[in-house]
């Protein structure tokens, strides 16, 4: 049993150290992390609020602006009397573009103008004019430039993870950073670092107010929008996301500040984390590298779109726009900027940065802070040691109720931290869960079943099944091999059983000794008692081996009672089929037995052997002798004092040089009625008349009892006994014990 405990413990922590690397970040899973994300979805989207947020408006490039407009790109004209419309015609309070201007405009043509005004028109002075006349029309990028100066326009761009060799890392310009990232910072905190940058035109960066990026580096490997990074750092330099930028315009252009968390010294190697992204008053958790996770309130549609061909043509209502953030962004499948995300697979990227900028406005952005990585190292151990300890002392029924109860445990705080802003594991720990409860049970099934059948094939033909259930709990405690023991053996044997047996032919006499020992191995295994052999129609069975049992004796007296029930019963059925009456006997007897597996190569078998067998077969001879149907020698009555037993006689049996005194089992001291306790005190008193030699008064005493109970042949020997001793004294010194010659 403790090999298998090792065994289940290892494993067990084998699991556990697999499932902690993973929390570790040493090796990842990817199936674990998919799994993780499986559970934020379903958490997120049973929990979203599905509310409509009409301070943030979408103004779209959909596919009736295509149409009304014409192909993107449009021309930055176009552009610029959107941006005014916006600020001058519907009063917009910030606008932000999700849409990078990273090449000049030259749709206007004013290239192949100037072409032909140095080479074919060069003489014409005529076409030189009115093409300087109208070269400021033709400017579009400055047109563009111009509508933006002095207005709170908000400019994306992106940033590269990776530049391949050969190719411009860089391309347009960056707004200013918002701050310088010190170098111990950019160490020890895992912002994204980007290699590169595709950026606006100068001439366009430099008329906003700010710029931020859109890109997201932390798209998860199932290329899920779940997290989104607020900050990225650039040439040692930081810069904040689209949504953030856009928020901070919006707040009047609150200072931005990183909360680390620290302990010890900048320079010592202790916890060092960032932990959130203050804005002003507004405090944004984000996670080690920086991201936040994504506050969806719904599906696609969450916030007001209005048509961009309808801010441009003054057709869009202004009430919708009026004092609100404005995103430019775009739906139409074929500009590629179309997401997938939990809530739903086709998701407009444009409106990922107004859930963003809607859950910092509420402060309703979930927290994953890096001490979480603590947290699940401390709740996997636990469980580990929980489920460790409890499920190999369980049943089956209660280790699975176990795991349901530890796992709805588990589900239930970490719904109750969601519901409080933090985002806690869930994946790895009902894993381990799951992972554990079914090694424990495999190796249950598996092993302990192997064990159970073990046993089953040792000692199934000796005690009933409960009995190999309940060894089966520590199979290693159970051998075989011969040891000593205190314990109780049972002989019992059919009276008169040659004269039946004469008078039965072989097919009878089979059913009849069938349908005799059925019932009675059936009483001797309820009562926990082991079968030795049949012997004809003699029954040897003994108490206390192969298990334990401290109440031996009570248990193989409670057995040979109910036997004795049992053999009226079978009386009445034997007398309907018409064969003999049957009678047993019965002895019991207490003491240090030899037990094990015995015998030759040959052939083997589980018994007891001890002068203390010897004695419990010759006490079942001795029954007919006193015309009683159970006999208990004196180890056997000191085991039972709620019995009352009758004091039968002190002998000497064959092989045994010591008298021992036997009884006969009368019934649990509360049964009894008066006429037995009065006949019982009767006997105590002609017995003791006996002992003393007595005579006439035994004699007298036992005449009184017999007559009021012929049938019960004891008196009758006691009688004759006292014939016998008036002729044959005993002697002064006589003892009081009767020898037995024949077994």
């Not at 750092?233 to 904040?240: C, G, I, R």
């Not at 094939?457 to 060894?471: A, K, S, T």
């Not at 005194?661 to 105590?684: C, M, Q, V, W």
Request: hydrophobic share 40%; aromatic share 10%; with cysteine.
């Amino acid at each position: 049993m403790h090999g298998q405990r090792i065994t289940r413990l290892a494993l067990s922590a084998l699991i556990l150290t697999a499932l902690l690397l993973n929390a570790s970040g040493y090796y990842k899973y990817p199936f674990l992390e998919q799994l993780e994300n499986w559970t934020y979805d379903v958490r997120l989207n049973s929990t979203r609020p599905d509310t409509h947020d009409d301070r943030i408006v979408i103004v779209d490039i959909d596919e009736n602006s295509l149409e009304e407009v014409g192909r993107w790109p449009w021309g930055r004209d176009k552009l610029a009397t959107i941006v005014d419309n916006l600020f001058n015609h519907y009063q917009a309070n910030v606008v932000g573009f999700d849409i990078v201007f990273a090449e000049k405009d030259q749709s206007s043509g004013l290239t192949v103008f100037e072409n032909l005004a140095a080479n074919q028109l060069r003489n014409n002075a005529e076409y030189i004019k009115t093409l300087e006349e109208i070269r400021p029309t033709l400017l579009l990028d400055k047109i563009f430039a111009k509508s933006l100066q002095q207005k709170n326009v908000v400019m994306g761009y992106y940033f590269k993870a990776f530049v391949p060799e050969g190719e411009i890392g860089t391309t347009g310009s960056l707004p200013p950073p918002m701050m310088k990232f010190d170098k111990l910072w950019s160490e020890r905190l895992p912002i994204n670092k980007a290699k590169g940058y595709g950026g606006n035109l100068q001439v366009l960066q430099n008329a906003a107010i700010n710029g931020g990026f859109f890109d997201n580096p932390h798209v998860d490997q199932d290329g899920v929008f779940r997290r989104v990074p607020l900050l990225q750092s650039y040439e040692d330099n930081l810069y904040p996301s689209l949504a953030l930028a856009i928020t901070q315009a919006y707040l009047k252009a609150p200072r931005i500040e990183l909360h680390v968390e620290t302990e010890g010294s900048k320079s010592a190697k202790e916890y060092f984390a960032l932990e959130a992204v203050s804005l002003g008053k507004y405090l944004i958790p984000v996670d080690a590298k920086a991201s936040v996770f994504v506050p969806f309130r719904g599906m696609a549609g969450s916030f007001p779109y209005v048509s961009a061909h309808k801010i441009l043509t003054q057709k869009a209502d202004a009430s919708i726009l009026k004092d609100k953030i404005v995103l430019l962004g775009t739906s139409a499948p074929g500009l590629l900027d179309l997401r997938s995300t939990p809530v739903q697979n086709i998701y407009p990227g444009v409106e990922v940065h107004a859930n963003i900028i809607s859950g910092i406005l509420d402060q309703a952005i979930k927290h994953h802070p890096a001490w979480t990585v603590g947290y699940e190292f401390i709740i996997l151990i636990v469980i580990a040691v929980i489920m460790a300890l409890l499920l190999p002392v369980l049943s089956p029924l209660m280790a699975a109720a176990s795991t349901v109860g530890l796992s709805l445990l588990v589900i239930v705080g970490t719904t109750i931290a969601w519901n409080n802003q933090l985002i806690l594991p869930l994946a790895s720990p009902l894993l381990l869960i799951i992972l554990i409860f079914v090694w424990h049970m495999t190796f249950g099934f598996f092993v302990e079943s192997r064990g159970k059948r073990q046993l089953a094939n040792l000692f199934g033909h000796y005690i009933p099944p409960e009995l190999v259930d309940e060894m089966s709990q520590s199979p290693t405690d159970f051998s075989l091999d011969g040891e000593n023991r205190e314990m109780t053996v049972l002989f019992s044997d059919v009276r008169g059983f040659t004269t039946i047996s004469e008078g039965m032919d072989p097919k009878q006499l089979t059913q009849l000794m069938n349908a005799l020992l059925t019932p009675m191995t059936r009483v001797i295994h309820k009562h926990r008692g082991t079968i030795d052999k049949y012997m004809g129609d003699a029954i040897m069975s003994f108490w206390g081996a192969p298990i334990q049992d401290h109440e031996h004796a009570r248990h193989a007296l409670y057995a040979a009672m109910e036997m004795m029930d049992e053999l009226k019963i079978m009386q009445a059925d034997f007398k309907q089929r018409g064969w003999p009456a049957v009678n047993i006997g019965i002895g019991l007897n207490t003491g240090d037995m030899n037990v094990g597996n015995m015998g030759s190569e040959f052939r083997m078998a589980y018994t007891v052997l001890g002068d203390a067998v010897n004695l419990g077969s010759r006490l079942e001879g001795l029954t007919k002798n006193y015309g009683v149907n159970i006999i208990v020698s004196a180890s056997t009555k000191k085991c039972i004092p709620e019995f009352i037993f009758r004091d039968l006689d002190l002998v000497r049996v064959k092989g045994k040089n010591e008298p021992v005194a036997i009884f006969e089992p009368i019934g649990h001291k509360n049964d009894l009625d008066k006429s037995t306790t009065s006949e019982l005190s009767s006997y105590r008193q002609a017995l003791k008349a006996f002992h003393k030699q007595d005579w006439d008064k035994a004699e007298l005493d036992f005449f009184n009892l017999n007559r009021a109970n012929p049938d019960r042949y004891l008196y009758q020997v006691y009688l004759e006994r006292i014939t016998y001793y008036r002729k044959e004294p005993p002697g002064e010194n006589w003892d009081g014990v009767f020898t037995h010659t024949s077994k």
